[in-house]
C-alpha cells in the first residue's frame, strides 16, 4: 500500500522558515517522479517544486529562489525548504508522486499518489 505522510507545517511570520518532509512507503520510490503542490482556499492547485528520480528540479516561479526541493532516497523521504516565507505561500501543501517524468510531475498533471497535507500559515 503506497504511503505518502507529510510533516513540518505550522505558523510563521513573513520571512521565516520551514522545513516540510514527506516519508513515502510502499513503491519503488527511487523511479517516480515527486512534487509539493499547494492549495489554498478559492484558489487553484499550484505545483512549486518538483523532482525527477535523477535529482533534477523544477520551481514554480512564485517559489524560485526561496523553495528548495530534495530527496533521501536511502530514507524514502522528499524535503521542501522553504525560506523567506510570505503570506501568500498560506496554503495546505501536499506532497506527491507519480510514475512519470519531471515534465508531468512539474506540469500539474494528476498525481498517482498523494499525501494528506500539512497546513502552512504565514503571517504579516
Known amino acids: 500500500q503506497v504511503q505518502l505522510v507529510e510533516s513540518g507545517g505550522g505558523s510563521v511570520q513573513a520571512g521565516g522558515s520551514l522545513r516540510l518532509s514527506c516519508a513515502a512507503s510502499?513503491?519503488?520510490?527511487?523511479?517516480?517522479?515527486m512534487d509539493w503542490f499547494r492549495q489554498a482556499p478559492g484558489k487553484e492547485r499550484e505545483v512549486v517544486a518538483a523532482i525527477d528520480s535523477d535529482g533534477s528540479t523544477s520551481y514554480a516561479d512564485s517559489v524560485k529562489g526561496r523553495f528548495t526541493i530534495s530527496k533521501d532516497n536511502a530514507k524514502n523521504t522528499l524535503y521542501l525548504q522553504m525560506n523567506s516565507l510570505k503570506p501568500e505561500d498560506t496554503a495546505m501543501y501536499y506532497c506527491?508522486?507519480?510514475?512519470?517524468?519531471?515534465?508531468?510531475?512539474?506540469?500539474?498533471?494528476?498525481?498517482?499518489?498523494r499525501g494528506q497535507g500539512t497546513q502552512v500559515t504565514v503571517s504579516s
Open positions: 510502499g513503491y519503488t520510490y527511487s523511479t517516480y517522479c
Open positions: 506527491a508522486a507519480a510514475q512519470g517524468s519531471l515534465t508531468y510531475c512539474s506540469g500539474g498533471y494528476p498525481p498517482h499518489y
